[in-house]
């Protein structure tokens, strides 16, 4: 009974040891990364995954910098309390680096280049942001194609519909509740390209402000060096463009990604 006792003791000090073994191996505990999986290219859900560019980038950067991950999908809004009150380490969603949101959160540095677009039907006559002041437009609430409507229509217009996720800003369009959307161009030019049926176009703006996204960390992040260094490395190393490649099927604009890094 003893014996027993004391093997199986020794087997349950020894699955201990091997974990703190294996931990000081990898270095680093697993970081929870929060995300609004409703967004795609950038991360959406497939059957129960989390999947997309965003997820990839992220998923590159964490193992080149030694660090495991666990993507949680807790939608948009929530994400910002998250890191805020520090019950996640990262949010990767798309997410605008604003001087805004700068004051409230650290980012790292840029990983993709975006703008607002305009998804509208097809047979629609709106040509440009302009005719956008009399319209209805769904947004996703919170977002930069929010505060651009804002600015456009004004703050508390009824005629700017905000939604909790960008699927449900679009379902309003299709429904005729709405003239256009308007949110990140990737996202609604592949909305439109995947769903011909829907008849749906894109148009641009060239008002609308160039964005780029970063990865978003609580204020005074002690990862957030570690990440930005990764980042510069699989930029460098062809890793970030080889995931850029296979998610939109064309080379990234370097050049203008480290030119924005160099700004201040
Ligand atoms: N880029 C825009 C912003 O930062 C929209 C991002 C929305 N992302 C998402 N996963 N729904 O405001």
């Not at 709106?126 to 229509?153: E, H, S």
Request: glycine share 8%.
């Amino acid at each position: 009974m003893l014996g027993l006792l004391l093997a199986l003791s020794m087997i349950l000090a020894g699955c201990g040891g091997e974990e703190v073994k294996s931990n000081e191996a990898g270095g680093k505990k697993a970081l929870r990364v929060v995300t609004d999986a409703a967004y795609a290219p950038f991360e959406y859900m497939d059957k129960d995954k989390i999947v997309g560019f965003d997820i990839d980038v992220l998923t590159a950067a964490a193992k080149e910098a030694g660090y495991t991950v666990e993507f949680n999908h807790v939608g948009w809004d929530p994400i910002f309390v998250e890191i805020e009150k520090k019950r996640a380490d990262i949010a990767i969603s798309s997410i605008t680096i604003n001087d805004d949101r700068k004051k409230s959160y650290d980012f790292s540095i840029p990983y993709f280049l975006s703008t607002n677009k305009i998804l509208i039907p097809e047979t629609s006559e709106i040509k440009g942001a302009n005719d956008l002041k009399d319209k209805i437009v769904a947004v996703q609430n919170g977002t930069t194609g929010q505060a651009a409507m804002d600015a456009l229509i004004g703050k508390n217009s009824s005629n700017i519909k905000k939604f909790e996720n960008n699927n449900l800003a679009i379902m309003e369009l299709i429904k005729g509740g709405a003239d256009a959307v308007v949110a990140d161009n990737a996202v609604i030019e592949e909305y439109a390209k995947n769903n011909p049926d829907k008849k749906l176009k894109v148009i641009r703006d060239d008002t609308f402000a160039s964005e780029f996204y970063g990865m978003m960390f609580p204020k005074g992040s002690a990862i957030k060096a570690d990440f930005d260094k990764a980042l510069n490395k699989i930029i460098e190393n062809g890793t970030y463009s080889k995931i850029y490649k296979e998610r939109f099927g064309t080379e990234p604009d370097l050049e203008k990604l480290k030119s924005q890094q160099n700004k201040k």
